[in-house]
């Protein structure tokens, strides 16, 4: 079993800047791309960024140039680092891993972390 918990969520106003991280543990026998998906109210599931094992990177066009994302493999960590937040990133953001157990891959999900974005 693998286990992601989220953190650094929280409320700040429009403009401001939050970090939330994701920590991977567990059975990880070989992890492989991580990422961020966000559904607000009423809305899907959307993707916001991902990040493989390498460090390549995609990103959604409504966040680019806004928000990075990272990850630390010592730490099974991945980061996402929000800047010039607007009242529509608001939403529940969830990260997930894929984790290769030979030979098939997984992807778990974290619980989600709150994101409350103020006008």
């Known amino acids: 079993q693998v286990q992601l918990v989220e953190s650094g969520g929280g409320l700040v106003q429009a403009g401001g800047s939050l970090r939330v991280s994701c920590a991977a543990s567990?059975?990880?026998?070989?992890?492989?791309?991580m990422g961020w998906y966000r559904q607000a109210p009423g809305k899907q599931r959307e993707l916001v960024a991902g990040?493989?094992?390498?460090?390549?990177?995609n990103y959604a066009d409504s966040v680019k140039g806004r928000f990075t994302i990272s990850r630390d493999n010592a730490k099974n960590t991945v980061y996402l680092q929000m800047n010039g937040l607007k009242p529509e990133d608001t939403a529940n953001y969830y990260c997930?891993?894929?984790?290769?157990?030979?030979?098939?891959?997984?992807?778990?999900w974290g619980q989600g972390t709150q994101v409350t974005v103020s006008s």
């Open positions: 997930y891993a894929v984790v290769g157990i030979s030979p098939r891959e997984y992807v778990y």
């Open positions: 567990g059975s990880i026998v070989r992890l492989n791309d």
């Open positions: 990040i493989t094992t390498g460090g390549s990177t």
